[in-house]
């Protein structure tokens, strides 16, 4: 049972309920859902698509696997660290976190330093992470290409955590 938070229109969530899971999709975005919807029915897959806000969603079930593939950018930094507790409170013994989110040493942040959104300090992902209930299974950041653009045409540049977690 996974639960895919920030699904767009769903890259994640049909490969993952193509593969025989049961899959909750969660997105801000009418337009995305809509495609996911339209996609999952055309491909016969049963997929759970709600659009909400996830600065306000509360996860009510339980996982084993929780996917939160960069959304946190989007979220205040409260908003997101409260999230982050939901999605460790709501995975199963022996379940999977899986994030990826964008940090303080990209463009993304460079460009809006008083930002209230939450790009994470170097390690600051993995430390949330550390403790006896948690095996971090990969943990890293990396430089990735943004599709946006500077104003004067060169590609954004940003750091990435990347994180993989297991619920002991």
């Not at 490969?15 to 016969?44: C, T, Y």
Request: some cysteine.
């Amino acid at each position: 049972k996974i639960l895919d938070l920030g699904a767009g229109e769903g890259r994640h969530a049909l490969f993952l309920a193509e593969k025989g899971f049961d899959v909750h999709a969660v997105d801000i975005s009418e337009v995305g859902i809509k495609k996911l919807r339209e996609q999952a029915e055309k491909r016969g897959l049963d997929i759970k698509a709600e659009i909400a806000d996830l600065a306000e969603f509360r996860i009510e079930d339980f996982y084993d696997m929780i996917i939160c593939s960069y959304v946190n950018h989007h979220l205040s930094v409260q908003e997101a660290l409260f999230m982050i507790d939901d999605i460790k409170l709501h995975t199963n013994h022996g379940g999977l976190n899986v994030i990826a989110t964008f940090t303080k040493d990209g463009d993304f942040f460079e460009e809006n330093q008083l930002t209230d959104r939450y790009f994470p300090e170097t390690q600051e992902l993995s430390s949330l992470y550390k403790d006896e209930n948690w095996q971090i299974i990969e943990y890293r950041e990396e430089k990735t290409v943004a599709k946006q653009k500077h104003p004067d045409g060169r590609s954004m540049l940003n750091f990435a955590a990347l994180l993989i977690a297991k619920k002991l």
